[in-house]
């Protein structure tokens, strides 16, 4: 999974502010974001831990920036003790971690923008929105994946799969457990998505009332 952090900073860095980790996996396009009462190292680590008990699959590598809040010694050696593995991006290179940066804008400045959150009010908030943003785009989102690309002079062709939510992308897939694949189909019979939005739109109304 790429993983990366959005700032809730609004027009500046100064003090503290909440942040989203967004974690997208590469194969599916699952993504999970998470809210984070402050930008640290430990708060991170915890977070990634909660994120794997979420996860239809087995979590086997996160690709990272160089933030001093994913290279570090605590997240280091919590990969290497539950064999995960743990790579970076090149300084400067953006579109090495292309799939999250696109999720922190299509699921997570999209849905609740950029103001400035850093109270825990917010951070409540903040949280029960994503509860159902992430079974919003993860059951009921199609997303395209790209297939090929190729350059014929000056253009560039580019070549998609069909349409499909992260959900079926696992339900199609052969290592995932059946265990694994009825427990989010039971999940999946019981959602609504006309309900979810409604809940998130309802969150994001109350977030903004009270947003700086």
């Known amino acids: 999974m790429e993983i990366d952090l959005v700032a809730h900073c609004g027009e500046t860095t100064e003090g503290q502010y909440l942040n989203t980790l967004t974690c997208t996996d590469i194969c599916t396009g699952w993504t999970e974001p998470i809210a984070l009462p402050r930008r640290t190292q430990q708060a991170v680590c915890t977070a ?22 994913f290279i570090n010694n605590l997240l280091y050696r919590y990969c290497q003790d539950e064999k995960i593995t743990f790579t970076r991006s090149r300084p400067y290179k953006k579109n090495d971690q292309a799939h999250v940066e ?51 002079g000056n253009k560039v062709i580019r070549r998609y799969d069909q349409a499909t939510t992260p959900y079926q992308r696992i339900m199609k897939r052969q290592d995932i457990p059946l265990q694994t694949k009825a427990h989010f189909m039971n999940l999946y019979l019981h959602l609504n998505p006309v309900e979810l939005r409604c809940r998130i739109d309802g969150k994001v109304a109350q977030l903004w009332k009270i947003a700086p």
């Open 102 to 152: 696109q999720k922190n804008w299509s699921v997570v400045r999209h849905t609740v923008g950029y103001d400035r959150l850093e109270t825990e009010q917010e951070l409540a908030l903040l949280e029960d929105i994503y509860a159902a943003l992430r079974l919003y785009v993860n059951f009921f989102q199609p997303v395209l994946k790209l297939q090929a690309k190729e350059r014929l």
């Open 48 to 69: 990634i831990q909660a994120m794997r008990q979420e996860l239809p699959f087995a979590l086997l590598g996160i690709d990272s920036d160089n933030g001093s809040e």
